[in-house]
């Protein structure tokens, strides 16, 4: 059977490509094997990042165990919790599509048989997945793995508690000292952050989707466990390329329909809605914000992992992971069975036979945490295209909630005003020109709704953004409204003091000015320039598309 690497390999004229080969140590023998490209993240940044040669090594004996050939390479990953709060976020978002061009770009200029990505954290897991579904050669995931969670007296704690704990020691409910010791606890081993966040979810969402094996989003960084899993990815992957398998045949609708059942389940970040349109757009899967809203009424939300309850992932882990998590919404009926996942077996086969071993982490159906899905979709006069809310995380006394807005142009300004104390009860803290275009690179606004829980403000304080939030965010914050402020969007018309209303039921979010007055402040409305203008951002802000659809970039 011809193979896709024959090109670069096979015959005569491929006697100096080999000759390339064999300068690296290749042998003919493992030339005449399926060619496997590794895209290792490995950097000494990211926590979830610094023990994948570990892992690739893994990955590689299985490879090499099912009678493949491992060829490895690097790309970038953004720590998005090291950097929030300044220049460094403009990058994180963007970096999204530097990794899926550069995953691309390897494996095109190399034209390889198949492909194993080793992501953890933030934009580098769903970057990886869009280069899968884009380059559709057969492919396979295996992250970094879920950090353990953090000790402090006597409590499960993690990243989220540091930032809250900032908030805590500026409005004088805690010390120095304790901040100190906070931050020494929160993060205690490698792996992406232990609540369910961002990267958390989209690695928990892969195994559903399919690209990945069960375990993938559950097994602790750390544990023996996860080399294991990599040593299986690694074999996976040579039958998979045996088999003709790739990321589009798994990666349907239907599958991305089952990952948006389990995400509501779980509670998951906000930003699993962006990602997940981004990788749908990528296999060409007509995915939008109205499959997420007519999901959220269907689904219960099962779990209660930090920001929003007491659990982490190991606790998932325990409980038995996302195939128990499947059964158990196995009566909605909402579950497609037929999706075939990398396994070898469908994703039904996968998970018929699990059972959950912590009822207080994965809930009955009967008895869940929330009675809707973790996430909605917010729409009105401020966000037409969309909007979205961790609903989950939302005091019930906050769903029906008419505050006053407090306008802030960037994400710094409204910072300081926090930590300076001039955000009151009662108040909307509206932070704009943060879009994909705007910002540019849609910056997580963790700092100032941590800043706004740890003050003790998040059950009388909304906060809404045409940027987004790291998943450890909670309370009434709206993200990704669309459209953006820089391209016109209404956001952008607010005025200090404005009345803007919710109603988190009914899925609503509307400015309360009359339309009189909004048309007299468009005629004068002149949207602000990209807060960068040279280096790559610039080209960015040009070309991203809206956050409704994923943010992803326009030709």
Known sequence: MARRSDIMIKGPQRAPHRSLFKADGYTDIELNRPIIAIANSYNTIVPGHVHMQQLVEAVKYGIYMAGGTPIEFNVIGVDDGIAM?????????????????????????HPVDGLVILPACDKIVPGMMMAA?????????????????????????????????????????????????????GCP??????????????????????LSLPGNGTIPAPMAARVRLAKLAGMKIVELVEKGIKPRDIMTKEAFLN??????????????????????????????????????DKVPDLCAFSPVGPYHLQDLDEAGGMMALLNRLEPLGLLNHDCITVSGKTIYE???????????????????????GGLTILKGNLAPDGAVLKQSGVDVSMNKFVGRARVFDSEEEALKAI????????????IRYEGPAGGPGMKEMLQPTSAIAGMGLDKDVALITDGRFSGATRGLSVGHIAPEAARGGLIGLIEEGDKIEFDVENKTMNLLVDEK????????????PPKITKGWLARYAKMVGSAAKGAVLEY
Request: with cysteine; net charge negative; proline share 4%.
């Open 85 to 109: 709060g300044h220049l460094g976020m403009h990058y994180s978002l963007p970096s999204r599509e530097l990794i899926a061009d550069s995953v691309e770009t390897m494996v095109n200029a």
């Open 133 to 185: 579904a884009r380059v559709n050669i057969p492919a396979i995931m295996i992250s970094g793995g879920p950090m353990l969670a953090g000790r402090f007296s006597g409590t499960d704690i993690d990243l989220a508690q540091v930032f809250e704990a900032v908030g805590k020691y500026v409005n004088g409910e805690i010390t120095e000292e304790e901040l100190r010791a906070v931050e020494e606890a």
């Open 419 to 430: 930590f300076a104390k001039d955000i009151h009860k009662g108040d909307v803290v509206v």
């Open 350 to 372: 996968n998970y018929k036979n699990a059972r959950v071993y912590r009822d207080e982490v994965i809930r009955p159906l009967d008895k869940p945490y929330f009675p809707r």
């Open 189 to 210: 081993s490698c792996g992406s952050c232990s609540g369910m966040y961002s990267a958390n979810s989209i690695n928990c969402i892969s195994e559903v989707l399919g």
């Open 517 to 528: 007055t909004i048309e007299q402040r468009r005629k004068n409305f002149k949207p602000k």
């Open 259 to 296: 990952a948006i059942v389990a995400d509501m389940a779980m509670g998951c970040s906000t930003n699993t809605v962006l990602h997940l349109l981004a990788i749908a757009n990528e296999a060409e899967v007509d995915l939008t914000l109205d499959d997420f809203d007519k999901l959220t």
